[in-house]
DNA sequence: GTTGACTTCCAAAACGTTTGGGTGTACAGT
DNA sequence: ACTGTACACCCAAACGTTTTGGAAGTCAAC
């Protein structure tokens, strides 16, 4: 099974190189005739472009890179499976490779990124989880390599980015949890070099002074996003002295361990306690009592996060460099009045 | 910023391209002396081999395919992400990218295929969720291209797998359920056109077979793997007018989904009715109830199969070409006694 | 002083494309 | 008969690497 090229082409047809690829590539100063003869014979021939011969002549490869930051071997987010999906899809709409390095957080991270980018292996990167002291934008802007994230980063915003706004998010939980009596209200939050742990974190603080509630220190816990540190959080938070009506996770992994260590107490999720998530990922709806949380469009976020990139890669203008998503409350059964 | 070439450093060495290419691939031509001077410039200039030139040159990409099978836009399982955590990591450590392609199953995925193939894009594949018939198995066989599958195909099973026994997984299920005196069993299965349906129904059968147990149509439902779809099926199962005692799901997801189910109709997971599920994903520990499921190490079987792929690759032998792990069943608190 | 072995280096071809700058023909306008 | 121009085509260089097949130099042995 032999390779076919131009060269085959060029042979069958009687025509040269130039004439084949120029005919592929449907130039006008190819006749009718040849171009319908060129491209009959590379079907028969059943011809595929190198595609490396290609990005190596054209100076770009269409491939877009995403590093998934990998937290430990029992990674599974379903959080990140739908992003990808996304992603995956809006980029091969529009005709490019999705590379996808797996690597967990840390200097090995940044190394991948810095690697692909000299190696000029990807057009340009998606980032994901963008945390305050960012090594990965430090890098990709230095070497003015294009890219988008998915979320902002501290004071200097100076790059493309979708993100959904936090802090309003978090306003909003507490004020439906303030509705319904609750006034001793704790927090799971992501560690605090994780930029979107900022604004919810400030949000939730915001939320507890616009009701007039002083911030307990007891009420604040961090946790690593998982479920199995929801469970273990939540458990330290019930075993407190005093301990909360309403338990506020940052995202929905960790709200479901927080309703299971809630449950393993004996307690009534959405009667007894109030928990409430964030990234409405697809199970939230179906879990037992099924989650309060706040709604991100995350497959569509993917969506717009690839094709600003490819957007930037073309050259084209933005219309929106920042894009920041209000985001919408889900009232489930996961939170309920507070019975005394 | 221009880019750093053989050629650069050709001409900052005063040696010759050939030179330059052998001192930094460590050929045993060329003097120590000239080997440390050309590094040394090479990391001085930030030296990064064009990636593109290398493979068209020599004509292999180190780089795996894989094809995320994505079931509509809310895309979400846990599975995927662990499993694609332990290729992309394995891949990393051996040298090799990883170039995904989200698809939805169906001819557009088997184009995809085939184009990567013909394109010569990656040296070789990781296959996931087999099926039946499966075009893609056809299609790679016939290219004469390497890849390994998770995941056996029908009778003709000769190409290298790994796969987990199912049949043997279900009936340890069964007996299970049965120890724990239930005789009416549902089956929440998945589109049997995926292989592994296959297994764990007929797992499911000769488990209930074997306790002397006649099937019963109206108890095997087919889902389609997704939380919501288990609530769905579990629901039209509770609604019978004689409702099994126990529902045995072929996925985790779904079995999450029938818990839900469950609770919504007032009862007790591990006490009024027992609930399975299999794949155990790390939620399967922190939900509550805990599921009792079957164990699959998808993190290391993810790397299992990106090794072997990768050895494939290199032309070296096989020590095992398939691979059958016997599975393990993680008892926990949504199996219980029947409670008459 | 010729031979051979060894070391160190290099020119040129190759991988499969794309593209800038041609060439040759035909035919119209002057 | 000359110029202009439209058309269809193709040569050769370029992209950045690896590799083949030497060449030039040194040294020792005969």
């Not at 430990?72 to 899809?89: I, W, Y």
């Not at 303030?178 to 900022?198: E, K, N, Q």
Request: with cysteine; net charge negative.
């Amino acid at each position: 099974m032999t390779v076919v090229t131009l060269k085959v082409i060029a042979k069958a047809t009687g025509k040269s190189i130039t004439t084949v690829s120029r005919a592929l590539n449907d130039y006008d100063d190819v006749s009718e005739a040849t171009k319908e003869l060129v491209r009959q014979v590379a079907a028969d021939l059943g011809y595929v472009p190198n595609i490396f011969a290609q990005r190596l002549q054209k100076q770009h490869t269409d491939t877009i890179g995403l590093i998934l930051p990998t937290f430990g071997p029992r990674f599974s987010d379903p959080f990140f499976s739908e992003l990808l999906a996304g992603v995956g899809n809006r980029a091969a709409d529009l005709g490019y490779d999705l590379l996808v390095a797996t690597r967990a957080p840390g200097e090995e991270e940044v190394q991948a990124y810095c690697s692909m980018v000299q190696g000029r292996q990807v057009d340009g990167f998606v980032l994901v989880r963008t945390r305050r002291k960012d090594a990965r934008i430090e890098c990709l802007k230095k070497a003015d390599y294009p890219f988008v994230a998915f979320g902002r980063a501290e004071e200097d915003n100076d790059f493309p980015y979708v993100d959904e706004d936090g802090v309003y998010a978090m306003r909003l939980v507490i004020q439906h949890l303030v509705s319904l009596g609750h006034r001793r209200i704790a927090c799971i939050s992501p560690p605090p070099d994780l930029m979107f742990a900022t604004y919810r974190s400030q949000g939730f603080q915001d939320g507890l002074a616009e009701a007039g509630i002083g911030a307990e220190d007891l009420l604040f816990r961090v946790g690593d996003l998982t479920q199995r540190d929801g469970y273990e959080q939540a458990i330290v938070l019930l075993d407190l002295p005093s301990p909360p009506t309403a338990i506020v996770s940052c995202n929905d992994l960790m709200a479901f361990g927080a309703m299971s260590a809630a449950q393993d107490r004996g307690l009534v999720v959405g009667k007894d306690i109030s928990i409430t998530g964030f990234d409405d990922i697809p199970m939230a709806e179906y879990s037992h009592p099924s989650l309060t949380t706040i709604h991100q469009p995350i497959y569509q976020i993917g969506g717009m996060v690839c094709e600003m990139l490819i957007q930037l890669i073309r050259g084209e203008a933005l219309e929106k460099e920042h894009i920041l998503l209000k985001p919408e409350l889900m009232v489930r059964q996961s939170s309920g009045l507070l019975t005394v």
